[in-house]
């Protein structure tokens, strides 16, 4: 047996009508359970008994729950603690969970919240244009999380945020990501096996569907899209290995515009790969018209250098002149919710989501929470119950954001308050999230043969680049292939597909053969 205490609040007012439910899994299933629920006012070091009562529920499913409505009390004090504690008895066994909430007078801002959410998919496709994989299309409509609700992670995040409207999001779709949707909703796909879904088959038309949401919500200013290079390039490591500037440079635009054809909107914010960052990028975002990007508060914060105070602000780089505003991630929040995933019920789910609602309120000023969007729920054990966590978190967040505790908002937004008074920044380690990049390059030793591999092709494009000129179409046709060959996908450890790495190596030489004959 296992209970769960789920008030409507994370947070209460003195005065407040609280609602409690208290959730109870059974591991042996019977008619009768009996739940009580008592709550405890804690005022200085005082203790006042504020509600009790008990109720048997009478159902044989594994699940039960009931609700108690009771008043917070008022206290000549601005602020104090709610104990509450919930039992459980029936079918020969008992559990019981205790609870603490805090209790303020009057409502007051404690965090700015900012969550952003990193979806992406690879290139999945051939240089043939057939598809070796179909997550781009699958996690839009696979039915992952039912019974609780149809559809896959694309579509089930639309769905949280159509839900509730005024809590704040900001949402990376790669460009990739979204060119697949297009090349899915214009033609349909062919999968490599042989198998044809046509443009109009139903699972294409709820990623139609699915992207008229995203683009919608943005419209009414629900949510906020970020735009990057075209695939996941671990662009920190380009950098530094191989000074592939004009690369970054030229497969971001081909992102930003790729972004803007599919929402409809020019993105301010764009997220880093792997958040593999290099001080040259504040030079190429700003060029571009970037305002923002997200970083690490462990693997980049801790050793930047500037006038810094703590993670909970934003900040403003600077380098040769350029400047771009910086949102420090809180790391242990983002793990928190990225990869404590593995809720064997509901009722696990609800405790953890309410856990994390209390430890964002834990913090002060802008808190920022940034992970993959899809990733956390594709992964778990149990991937269906990820749905009611990220259901109730929304709802915490929402009832929050009412009372007057938090306020959520953009990135944009959020970069936009610091906007000529951000603390500035002059140096950022080059680093990604993982501390490193031993995940692209080391764990693996065909890893660094690959690598020399790519350097021998980006040697020769560059050279060939020099003597035919940026605008040549077979120099072009090698750059797109570049930008495959290097997402950062393909390299990591756990997922290497040195397959797809030789077949877009091997188109770049073609082009380059290509051109050379044209003389």
Known sequence: MEIAIVPDSAIYLQKDLAKVDVVVHKDVICADTVISLTATAVIDVAEKSVFSESKTVKSDESEVFT?????????????????????????????QEKLVLPVFSTAKNLVNLVIVWHNHQPPNYTPDGRFFADYPFKWVWYNLFEPYVSGGPYYVHALIYRKFPKVKTTIHLSPSLLAQWMMGMERGYVLESGDVVSATDRRIELVRHTL?????????????????????????YILYKFDMVEV?????????????????????????????????????????????????????????????????????????????????????????????NNFATRVEALKAALDTMLQIMSRRGFVTIALDGENWMIFSKYPKNTYPFFEQLYKYINVLQEKGFVKSMTGHEASELCKDRCKRIFYIPINSWVNGFHKWDGELDEQRYMWMEVEKAYHRLKLYKHVFGNSDKNIREAYWALYHAIDSDYWWTEFWNPRAIKMWLSEIHKALDRALSHL
């Open 212 to 236: 008229e949401e995203y683009k919608s919500l943005v419209s009414q200013g629900t949510i906020e899209v970020m735009s990057s290079v075209y695939a996941h390039t671990i662009l920190g």
């Open 67 to 95: 609700q108690f409505s009771f008043e917070i009390p008022s206290a000549d004090a601005d602020q104090y603690l709610l104990t509450l504690v919930a039992k459980a008895q029936g079918c020969g066994e008992s559990d």
């Open 248 to 340: 970054v440079r030229d497969e971001l635009e081909m992102g930003l515009q790729i972004t803007k054809n599919a929402i409809g909107v020019k993105p301010y914010g764009v997220w880093t790969p792997e958040m593999a960052w290099h001080n040259r990028l504040v030079e190429i975002y700003s060029d571009l018209g970037i305002e923002y990007t997200v970083l690490c508060g462990k693997s980049h914060f801790a050793r930047a250098l500037g006038n810094k105070n703590s993670i909970y602000e934003p900040y403003e780089a600077i380098y040769n002149g350029k400047s771009l505003r910086i949102l420090f991630r809180d790391q242990v929040l983002s793990d928190l919710i990225g990869f404590r």
